[in-house]
């Protein structure tokens, strides 16, 4: 059974800058695809960056493009978000989230890191 573990969330000023680590254990992930996912309060819960652990090949919703980053290292089994020009709207949950390349549902999900973005 895969497990997901975040961290690295806290709280930070406009403009500064987190970096999340998604780690994961229980299982091979070679196949897979990591990706984050947040939750601000009374809102729905949006996709913010994928990563597939194989090649590498990302993908970012328009909010975060040219901001944040997300990369892997398949040595650690641990993905990254790295989170720069924070807003105040970016606080929110963070949710790390796996599937297989092939599945359109996400199998495995963390716990959830909080991020708060002070203005």
């Known amino acids: 059974q895969v497990q997901l573990v975040e961290s690295g969330g806290g709280l930070v000023q406009a403009g500064g800058s987190l970096k999340l680590a998604c780690a994961a254990s229980?299982?091979?992930?070679?196949?897979?695809?990591m990706a984050w996912f947040r939750q601000a309060p009374g809102k729905e819960r949006k996709f913010v960056a994928s990563?597939?652990?194989?090649?590498?090949?990302?993908n970012y919703a328009d909010f975060v493009k040219g901001r944040f980053t997300i990369s892997r290292d398949n040595a650690k089994n641990t993905v990254y978000l790295q989170m720069n020009s924070l807003k105040p709207e970016d606080t929110a949950v963070y949710y790390c989230a796996g599937r297989t390349v092939v599945s359109s549902t996400y199998a495995y999900w963390g716990q959830g890191t909080q991020v708060t973005v002070s203005s």
């Open positions: 229980g299982g091979t992930l070679t196949r897979y695809l």
């Open positions: 990563i597939t652990l194989s090649r590498g090949t990302t």
